[in-house]
Nanobody, 127 residues
């Protein structure tokens, strides 16, 4: 059974930092990518960042590329999202998702291409 478990969310003041983790288990190959998405109240879920397990190729939404960093720890099968200089508009539930790279994926930010999802972790940034 494939499982993705997010952790590291919480309440932080504007300007603060958090590091989210996504622990991956049960996927039988290493040819996949992990995407981070977020959904704020009343808004659609949006793609934040993505990283391939092989090669560590990274992608970012324009809104976060200057203050979020995604990384792999392949030994721990964990992907991290380091978030600094947080703003109230970063408040959302953050989800990680896995996409099998046995086929080309053009739109890493499209939630419909992902095969498995975690349950999410809440990030709240106070002003």
């Amino acid at each position: 059974e494939v499982q993705l478990v997010e952790s590291g969310g919480g309440l932080v003041q504007a300007g603060g930092s958090l590091r989210l983790s996504c622990a991956v288990s049960g996927f039988t190959t290493d040819d996949y990518a992990i995407g981070w998405f977020r959904q704020a109240p009343g808004k659609e879920r949006e793609g934040v960042s993505c990283i391939s397990r092989r090669g560590g190729r990274t992608y970012y939404a324009d809104s976060v590329k200057d203050h979020f960093t995604i990384s792999n720890d392949n030994a721990r099968n964990t992907v991290y999202l380091q978030m600094v200089a947080l703003k109230p508009e970063d408040t959302a539930v953050y989800y990680c998702a896995l996409v099998n790279l046995d086929h080309p994926v053009e739109k890493w930010y499209d939630e419909n291409v992902y095969d498995y999802w975690g349950r999410g972790t809440q990030v709240t940034v106070s002003s």
